[in-house]
C-alpha cells in the first residue's frame, strides 16, 4: 500500500510539471511571434501603434492615461465599433485627508479632546454615477451611499451623558446610546423598507446593535434635522431618524472606526486611539458623518465629505493620579511620532483662550503657533503644533505635550442654553414627563426647536401639555404631534417655543403606563425601560462675527455646522435620557408553579403508581447455621428437614 500511495505522488507530480512546461512554452513562443512581427512588419507595428480593442478598453479604465485625439478615436471606432462608454475615459479623482486633536482644559480639572478626520472627495453620487476606483474614501462607505441612494448619513455611539454646565458646549454634541439618522435622496421609491435594509447593514459595518432599528422607534422630523450639506430639496419624506438610547459603546465598535481612515490606527493622531484609555473616562462619543459639500463659494464643484469624530473627556478624580497634571502619554499611553503621510494636514490645537500669561497651567514643549477661530459664538485661541514639520517632534522624535496646572478650579461661563429632563409622579399607573430649558442670555430672546419622540407604551396625554416661561404660558408658534400606535409607530412631538431672556421654560405633559405582553418585556424587566433624549435645535445669538465664508481655510472643529448669519450660530442640545418603569409581571411565578406541580406529581402520583404496579411477594427468612446442618444430617440419615 506505501508503495502504491509513493508511485501515485510520484505521477501525479509528473504531470503538474509536465503541464507548467507546456504552458510556459506557450507563452514564450507566443511573445517572441509577436516580437518578431511587430519589427519585421511595419505595417504591423503601425497598426499596434493604433491601439487594438483590449489595449483601449484597458487604457480606458486608467484615470493617469492621456485621452487620444479625435482623429485617432474616430479611426478606431470606425475599424472596432465600441461603446462609447468604454471610449470615455474616467475622470480625474481627488480626495483629500486631514485630522485634528482639539484638547481643551476644563474648569473643573478635567481634559476634554476631540479628534477630526476628514476626507474629501470630488465626486458626485447622487447622478447615478457608479464608482470602482477608491483612494482615501473608504470602499465600505462608498458602496453603502451608492447602492441605497444617500444623501447624508449620521451615526453616533455615545457612552456617558455630556454634562453641559460643568463643561460647556461640545463641538459635536450626541445623545447617550446610538442615534442614526439619514436623509435619502429623492429617487428612492419605498423609504421605509430602503431604511430598514440600511440599517442592517451598518449593523454589520460597525459591529452595533442598529438591526433592533425598526417602526417602533423610528421617526419623520417634519422641521428638525435639516441637512448639513447642500441639499436640493428638504421634503422631510425621505429622512429617517431613530435612536438606541441603551447601546453599549466598547471596543468592537471603535475597531471597525479605526479601520475607515486611511491610516488606520498605525500612523498619525490615530496611534492615540487606545481602547483601554478611551474607554476609561467620563465621556466617551464617536461619530462618522457623511454629507455633500461645496468647493469653492459659487458651489460649481461639489464633493463628498466624511468626517469622523471621537470626543473624550477625561476625569482627574477617576484617572488616579493624584496631581493635575496632563499629558499625552498620561490620556492615552502613547506620543505622536510622526503623521499621517496621506494627510494634507495634521495638528494638534490647545485651547489657551483662558490661559493667556500662563496664569492657570503651563504648556510643554512651547510652540510658537498660534491660531484664532470662532467656535460657538466665542473667539478662541489655540497653540498649535504641526505634525507635518520635523521640528514639531524635536531631536528625541517624540511629542508629548503637557499640561501642568498652576492655580486651582476657575470659573466658567455659564452656557447660553442648556436642557434637562426627568420623570414626575408616582405608581406605576400614570406619570408626567418635564423637560426644562434655560436660557441665559441677559437680554436677547431666540426660538429652539424641541424634538421628542416617545414610546408607544407611554401613551400621552397631549391635551394635558402645558408650556410656562417666569410663571405664564408660553404659547408654542408651531407644533406638530403624530400619535403612536401600539407596535407600530412612537409618538413624534415637535415645537417651537420662544424662550425669554434670562429664563427657565418647563414643557409638562402626562402620560400612562401600557401593560405589555409577557414575550415583550426585557431580560431584566425590573431594571425599566430606556427612552431617548429630547432634541433642541437652535440659532443662539453670538458674542462676534460668525465666519459665513465656507472657502476660507479654517480648523475643522468650527466648521461642522454651516453658518448662514454672522449674529448666530448653531447649538443642538440633547437632553438625559428616561428611564421609565412599567407594570412588571411576577417572572418567578413560572418558576414556582413548576416546582410546585413538579413536587405533586412526583410524590402523589409517583406514589400511588408504584403501589399500583409493584408485585408482593412473601418471602421466607435464611434459616440459621445449626439449622441447616442438622438439616443435611437428616437428610444423609433419610429424615424429612425440619
Known amino acids: 500500500m506505501a508503495a502504491y500511495r509513493c508511485l501515485r505522488c510520484a505521477w501525479l507530480l509528473l504531470v503538474f510539471i509536465s503541464t507548467w512546461y507546456v504552458v510556459v512554452s506557450s507563452e514564450e513562443t507566443t511573445q ?24 483601449r478598453r484597458w487604457e480606458a479604465t486608467q484615470v493617469d492615461k492621456a485621452v487620444p485625439d479625435d482623429a485617432a478615436a474616430a479611426a478606431h471606432k470606425q475599424d472596432f465599433p465600441v461603446p462609447d462608454s468604454v471610449l470615455t475615459p474616467t475622470p480625474q479623482l481627488n480626495d483629500e485627508f486631514k485630522e485634528e486633536l482639539v484638547i481643551r482644559p476644563l474648569h473643573s480639572g478635567d481634559i476634554y479632546a476631540s479628534f477630526q478626520f476628514r476626507t474629501v472627495w470630488e465626486t458626485d453620487f ?26 447624508e448619513l449620521h451615526i453616533s455611539f455615545t457612552q456617558g451623558y455630556w454634562r453641559t454646565m460643568q463643561w460647556g458646549q461640545p463641538y459635536h454634541p450626541s445623545p447617550p446610546g446610538a442615534e442614526l439618522w439619514v436623509w435619502f435622496q429623492d429617487t428612492v421609491t419605498d423609504v421605509d423598507a430602503t431604511w430598514k435594509e ?45 435612536t438606541l438610547p441603551r447601546e453599549i459603546v466598547c471596543t468592537e465598535n471603535l475597531t471597525p472606526w479605526k479601520k475607515l481612515l486611511p491610516c488606520g490606527s498605525k500612523a498619525g493622531l490615530a496611534v492615540l486611539l487606545k481602547s483601554e484609555k478611551l474607554f476609561h473616562s467620563s465621556f466617551h462619543s464617536q461619530a462618522v458623518h457623511i454629507r455633500p459639500v461645496c468647493q469653492d463659494q459659487q458651489c460649481k464643484t461639489m464633493s463628498l465629505e466624511l468626517r469622523q469624530t471621537l470626543n473624550v473627556v477625561f476625569d482627574l478624580h477617576t484617572s488616579g493620579q493624584g496631581k493635575r497634571e496632563w ?7 502613547r506620543t505622536l511620532t510622526d503623521a499621517c503621510p496621506l494627510a494634507a494636514s495634521s495638528k494638534i490645537y490647545i485651547d489657551i483662550t483662558d490661559n493667556p500669561q500662563e496664569e492657570q497651567f503651563e504648556l510643554s514643549p512651547a510652540t510658537p503657533l498660534l491660531s484664532q477661530a470662532v467656535v460657538l459664538g466665542d473667539r478662541r485661541t489655540f497653540s498649535v503644533y504641526d505634525l507635518t514639520q520635523q521640528v514639531t517632534f524635536g531631536t528625541v522624535r517624540s511629542l508629548n505635550v503637557l499640561i501642568r496646572w498652576k492655580s486651582k478650579e476657575g470659573d466658567m ?42 414610546p408607544w407604551y407611554l401613551r400621552l396625554y397631549i391635551h394635558t401639555l402645558t408650556v410656562t416661561s417666569k410663571g405664564k404660558d408660553n404659547k408654542p408658534s408651531y407644533i406638530h404631534y403624530e400619535p403612536s400606535k401600539d407596535r407600530v409607530r412612537p409618538h413624534l412631538l415637535e415645537m417651537l417655543v420662544q424662550l425669554p431672556p434670562h429664563s427657565v421654560t418647563e414643557i409638562t405633559v402626562q402620560f400612562e403606563r401600557a401593560l405589555l405582553k409577557w414575550t415583550e418585556y426585557t431580560p431584566d424587566p425590573n431594571h425599566g425601560f430606556y427612552v431617548g433624549s429630547s432634541v433642541i435645535s437652535a440659532l443662539v445669538p453670538s458674542t462676534v462675527a460668525m465666519n459665513t465664508n465656507i472657502t476660507e481655510e479654517q480648523p475643522l472643529f468650527s466648521t461642522f455646522f454651516p453658518c448662514k448669519e454672522e449674529s448666530s450660530y448653531f447649538v443642538r442640545v440633547y437632553t438625559e435620557p428616561l428611564l421609565v418603569n412599567l407594570p412588571t409581571p411576577d417572572f418567578s411565578m413560572p418558576y414556582n408553579v413548576i416546582c410546585l406541580t413538579c413536587t405533586v406529581v412526583a410524590v402523589g402520583y409517583g406514589s400511588l403508581y408504584n403501589l399500583l404496579t409493584r408485585s408482593f411477594q412473601i418471602e421466607e427468612p435464611n434459616p440459621g447455621l445449626a439449622k441447616r446442618i442438622a438439616n443435611i444430617i437428616r437428610k444423609m440419615r433419610g429424615v424429612p428437614p425440619l
Open 413 to 454: 461661563l455659564r452656557p447660553l442654553l442648556h436642557a434637562e429632563r426627568y420623570v414626575a409622579g408616582y405608581g406605576l399607573q400614570t406619570g408626567e414627563i418635564h423637560t426644562l430649558m434655560y436660557n441665559n442670555h441677559p437680554f436677547r430672546s431666540f426660538p429652539v426647536l424641541l424634538l421628542d419622540s416617545v
Open 32 to 55: 517572441g511571434h509577436d516580437r518578431v512581427s511587430v519589427a519585421d512588419n511595419p505595417q504591423t507595428a503601425a497598426d499596434t501603434a493604433k491601439q487594438p480593442l483590449e489595449e
Open 198 to 242: 440600511l440599517t442592517n447593514v451598518l449593523s454589520g459595518i460597525f459591529c452595533a446593535s442598529l438591526n433592533f432599528i425598526d417602526s417602533t422607534n423610528t421617526v419623520q422630523p417634519s422641521a428638525s434635522f435639516k441637512p448639513l450639506g447642500i441639499a436640493n430639496g428638504t421634503d422631510h419624506r425621505f429622512l429617517r431618524y431613530a
Open 126 to 151: 447622487t447622478r447615478g454615477s457608479k464608482v470602482s476606483h477608491y483612494r482615501l474614501f473608504p470602499k465600505s462607505l462608498g458602496q453603502v451611499i451608492s447602492k441605497f441612494s444617500v444623501q
Open 327 to 333: 499629558s499625552l502619554f498620561k490620556m492615552f499611553s
